[in-house]
């Protein structure tokens, strides 16, 4: 048992509120996914393919099948619908082909974990092995040996210009490039890289799924969206929707990394196959080899500039390495072209992007989205620019920053714009450190910034409030919270808009069969687009709660005011009023019936221009409103060793409005240190198909020693008009101006660009001595 | 069914050893505890004590972190049958009659706690901590949670809580 927590008024926006489930979480009951223990429960493993492309020639399953406690195997055969993004590619089991070492070709659930990997070990599978496509190189060779060989075979759930082993290509134009590169005074052009990030949530992916004797599947899983895993699990077993129900237990952390789904639709097929409840869960080994990653990139970049400073074109080439399977691809690639431009008015912009497949690890929807991708390019190229013209970095983005009413590239209108805002106070913060080098016996220091711009909007969501009899309050929406806070920050929202103390409002934990509907946590839109839905179903509710008091108390609905603690009354009267409790009791015994409020909606802000064609190939019809942030941090470099030291970080971003200061600043604290992470020291590496470092010990995500002890949140306000209470987004911001910010730092402490991240000590010893 | 029989067994049959008992919050508890089975197999699987978590099983992240006789020990690098006789602390153990541990409290109030996968594993590690040093600094905090891996709070808020810990 834990205390609860109070607002006890008014202010439930805008509280730094601990999460509803911390306390939960600090004394150990929090139920994740392997917590969960079912009666007579099986457990999985996989058999993975040991190599990176070949053909699959035979499948002997036997041994495995008769193996002592093992009570189903299954193989790609007993699951033929494929899955995956706007391309449906993707076996949940390899069939025909295998297409990275570490693909998943047989699952066996057994009584116990130890059998079950005994037994996948007997999955006999002959191989004819055929040439792997590696790097984007390969893939993009005349002759390579394809990947997929015949894309137009399958299903595709948006269009996508492919090729060869290009699975997507895309395009945005906007003025006259070629004709604007003769009225610069500077023009710099780079070659970028970027690395394989792995998600690296403390939680392996799992699922456990079980059959009610009426045949409906329940399905608990580390997801960011019930409703997909309901839908995708449907599709690929054929399955009616009504007769799954999926579940979110507590989520230990997903990035992007479990939008879509993983091991759920094998995890039901065995136990469909075996009729008892299934769980899988993938050792971390096999979570780095056969799961997602963020995509490497390699960037062309090329801006032009006027003396004063002036941006006048930029064009921008992006190739992503997709890995063996299309999953979110296009869309990665569209949004990192979408950013490519960066969030400045620059007249002139060409940017060209392709994806590809190689015989890797898949990669997908992480953090940022295609974003830090073409950020680290962009804002490099900034302060390369301005070094070239002699000018300050902050002076150099201040005068080209957009401001609110300008178009996005794209076409779409900047609303709400607090990016000047938020560059003027990171300069502020960091006033007095040096941006000149101290050099202290091998040692140099440098400050580095860097700005970015994101989105948060995208498709649907729903959301319900029902007043209960004692006046208390239920809100369900569906959005499943992976640790980010969203439950605690909507709850905020409706109890903001109903005057409840927090301790009133039930968050339903997002179950298919109860909640809503919500389409995914993903894009950082959680608190935008279901706290939408949740605002305006509240204030239905508070509606109806006046019009019940109106009739209670004689008066007229519009001389209501609500008043702390669940009470309604007649303002500038204050001892005329009813309790929330009374209207409620009212309502459920006497007249109208319960007291409910719902709302759903679909994001609908402004499209890209169509008409005039500028945007080719594009997955997205429109996306969101869009959010501004600037980064700084301080590094000091160790020209000896290499190693690069942040020493502070600052983070100002524009949040619309900030619902839950103390969240707010956890994930801008957060994402600088996952930022940190991608910048230095993370980097998934191949030797050959197989993936080297599949360990915690071998892939170095950052630790308390790491990082900075001050990162130091600076939250900008410009309410969005069409936000709840007028708030945005802050999910993902956070990681996305680190790398660009230290690669600024590194140079303006060594004098040396580096252009590739992570930025490892050997890269920054080969970079320094080169110079 | 013993649901920690080894593959190599004939899983139908539940194999005739001695418990062992182990003394876990205070508690002492007895099962027929396997010779390579580990502490953390033990705890959550056996005794459903599923608040240390298994974040990698190899011993890197920290998530399974225990106290046995007040040392931060991994879980999953520990054997139970070497735990006999000594004091297991869980974080099922950390509160005290339904009040919180300060070093769970302080998490709770700094806004530390997010996912929430990594928080067993490093209130254990900082109340060990506290235990033998009541008021470190903040390297020392540092150093003491370096081996409990954040994804999602990037440790600010972290170190924070504890160094509001020391204060009661
Ligand atoms: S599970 Fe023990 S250290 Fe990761
Ligand atoms: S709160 Fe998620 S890993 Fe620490």
Known sequence: ?771 | MDTLTRANNNSSVVEDRPNIALTVNGATREAPILTDETLLDTLRVRFGLTGAKRGCNQGVCGTCTVMVDGQAVRACLSLSVNCTGLEIVTVEGLAQDGILDPVQRALVESGAIQCGFCTPGLAIAARALLNENPEPTVEEIRVAVSGNICRCSGYVKIVEAIVMATRG
């Open chain 1, 1 to 771: 048992m834990v205390e609860s927590l109070t607002t006890g008024d008014l202010r439930a926006v805008g509280a730094r509120l601990p999460r509803e489930d911390a306390a939960e979480k600090a004394i150990g009951a929090a139920q994740y996914l392997d917590d969960i223990q079912l009666p007579g429960m099986l457990h999985t493993a996989f058999a993975l393919s040991p190599l990176a492309h070949a053909r699959i020639v035979a499948v002997d399953a036997e041994a495995a099948r008769s193996h002592p406690g093992v009570h189903g195997v299954l193989t790609g055969e007993d699951l033929p619908r494929l899955g995956g993004g706007a391309i449906k590619d993707m076996p949940f089991l390899a069939r025909g082909k295998v297409r990275y070492m570490g693909e998943p070709v047989a699952a066996v659930a057994a009584e116990t974990p130890a059998i079950a990997e005994a037994a996948a070990l007997l999955v006999d599978v002959e191989y004819e092995e055929l040439p792997a496509v590696l790097t984007i190189e390969d893939a993009l060779a005349a002759g390579a040996p394809l990947v997929h060989d015949d894309i137009g075979a399958y299903e595709l759930s948006h269009p996508v210009e492919h090729s060869g082993n290009v699975l997507s290509r895309q395009e945005i134009v906007e003025g006259d490039v070629d004709a604007a590169w003769a009225d610069c005074d500077v023009i710099v052009e780079n070659e970028f890289a970027t690395g394989a990030q792995y998600h690296h949530a403390l939680e392996p992916t799992g699922a456990v799924a079980s059959f009610d004797p009426g045949g409906k599947a329940t399905v608990w899983s580390t997801t960011q969206s019930v409703f997909r895993v309901q839908a995708e699990v449907a599709q690929l077993l054929d399955m009616p929707m009504s007769k799954i129900r999926a579940v979110s237990p507590r989520i230990g952390g997903t990035f992007g990394g479990k939008g879509g789904a993983h091991l759920q639709p094998v995890a039901v097929a065995l136990a469909r196959r075996t009729g008892r409840p299934v769980k899988a869960v993938l050792p971390r080994s096999s979570d780095f080899m056969s799961m997602l990653r963020r995509h490497p990139a390699k960037i062309s970049i090329k801006t032009g500039a006027k003396a004063d400073g002036t941006l006048v074109a930029r064009q921008v080439e992006v190739t992503l390495e997709g890995g063996a399977y299309c999953n979110e691809s296009p869309a990665v690639l569209g949004f990192a072209l979408l950013m490519a431009r960066g969030p400045y008015r620059i007249p002139n912009v060409r940017v060209t992007g392709r994806a590809v497949y190689t015989n890797k690890l898949r990669a997908g929807g992480f953090r940022g989205f295609g974003n830090p991708q073409s950020t680290f390019a962009g804002e490099s190229q900034i302060d390369e620019l301005a070094a070239a013209l002699d000018l300050d970095p902050f002076d150099i983005r201040l005068k080209n920053a957009i401001k609110a009413g300008d178009t996005w590239l794209g076409g779409q209108t900047v609303e709400a714009c607090g990016l000047i805002d938020c560059i003027a106070k990171l300069r502020a913060a960091t006033e007095g450190r040096s941006r000149k080098p101290k050099p202290v016996a091998g040692k140099s220091r440098g400050l580095g910034i860097a700005c970015l711009a994101h989105v948060c909007g995208l498709l649907s969501t729903a959301a319900n409030v029902r007043l209960l009899e004692d006046g208390s309050v239920t809100l369900g929406t569906g959005a499943v919270d992976c640790g980010q806070g969203s439950d605690i920050a909507l709850a905020q929202i409706c109890a903001g808009s109903l005057g409840l103390d927090i301790s009133r409002v039930n968050y339903v934990n997002p179950d298919t069969d109860a909640s809503p509907y919500n389409w995914s946590t993903s894009g950082s839109r959680t608190t935008y687009m279901a706290g939408r839905a949740v605002a305006t179903a509240s204030e239905e509710v508070k509606e109806r709660i006046f019009e019940h008091a109106a009739e209670m108390m004689e008066c007229a609905a519009e001389d209501l005011e609500i008043r702390p603690g669940g009470r309604v009354g007649i303002a500038g009267i204050p001892d005329r009023e009813v309790s929330f409790a009374e209207v409620s009791r009212r309502a459920h015994w006497g007249v109208g019936g319960p007291i409910m409020g719902q709302n759903a909606l679909m994001y609908d802000g402004e499209r890209f221009d169509p008409k005039r064609a500028i945007v080719k190939g594009f997955p997205f019809a429109n996306l969101g409103t869009y959010v501004f942030g600037a980064q700084a941090v301080e590094v000091e470099v160790d020209e000896a060793t290499g190693s690069i030291a942040v020493v502070e970080g600052w983070s100002a971003h524009d949040v619309g409005r900030a619902i839950n200061p103390l969240g707010v600043e956890g994930q801008i604290q957060g994402g600088f240190v996952q930022g940190i992470g991608y910048a230095l020291t993370e980097e998934l590496v191949w030797e050959g198909g197989a993936l080297a470092n599949p360990s915690m010990m071998d892939y170095k995500a950052p630790s308390a020693m790491d990082v900075p002890p001050s990162i130091n949140p600076i939250v900008v306000e410009h309410p969005e008009p069409s936000g709840p209470f007028g708030a945005k987004a802050i999910g993902e911001p956070g990681l996305i101006g680190v790398a660009p910010a230290i690669a600024n730092a590194v140079a303006d402490a060594t004098g040396t660009r580096l252009r590739e991240i992570p930025m490892t000590p050997e890269r920054v010893l080969r970079a320094l001595k080169s110079g």
